[in-house]
């Protein structure tokens, strides 16, 4: 079952709660359904953690988690997704990102230097910013509704796929 592959990795609840950054939370943390691992949680996680992933806000995990609370998500893998874009990936990610914007608001994206400087991009960050917040905005929201259908999809498949392994070997006569 996928619960078991998430099992693996995931810490334990106790070292979260305990977690600096969110104490701030209080008793909302302490709800066991932020905890369970099932179909549902896993796939609310998926949509939190993959949209708050590309919103370009300097504490995503944050606002995992504060995602991850209404929806009764599963609060580790929904900020555990925020890492997909890390320092090595935000360059890619948030370029991606802009050009989506660019299409979405109809103007065309800006060309790169052939050196990319500290002072080229705040010169152009007037213009920058708004195609990259729509972008990620886009980008966020398409990406979280394809991995939370995905995971149900992946979900149901993988326990029908194990119940009919188990049927064939109920079948089978033992040797």
């Not at 991850?68 to 890619?92: E, H, Y």
């Not at 905005?137 to 979900?155: D, E, K």
């Amino acid at each position: 079952m996928p619960r078991r592959i998430f099992k693996r990795y995931m810490p334990h609840p106790d070292s979260i709660r305990e977690h600096k950054s969110l104490r701030f939370l209080g008793s909302l943390i302490h709800d066991p359904n932020l905890w369970h691992l099932n179909r549902r949680s896993v796939s609310r996680a998926m949509l939190a953690g993959l949209f708050s992933a590309f919103i370009p806000l300097p504490m995503q995990m944050l606002l995992a988690a504060g995602l991850a609370i209404p929806l009764r998500a599963n609060l580790p893998i929904s900020i555990g997704l925020v890492w997909l874009t890390n320092p090595l990936t935000m360059p890619p990610v948030f370029y991606c990102t802009y050009k989506v914007g660019s299409w979405a608001l109809n103007t065309p994206p800006l060309t790169l230097p052939s050196e990319l400087t500290m002072d080229w991009i705040s010169e152009r960050l007037v213009t920058l910013w708004e195609p990259i917040l729509v972008g990620s905005f886009i980008t966020g929201i398409v990406l979280g509704i394809v991995g939370y259908f995905a995971t149900m999809l992946f979900w149901r498949w993988w326990v029908r796929h194990n119940w009919r392994k188990r049927q064939e070997r109920r079948r089978k006569p033992a040797l």
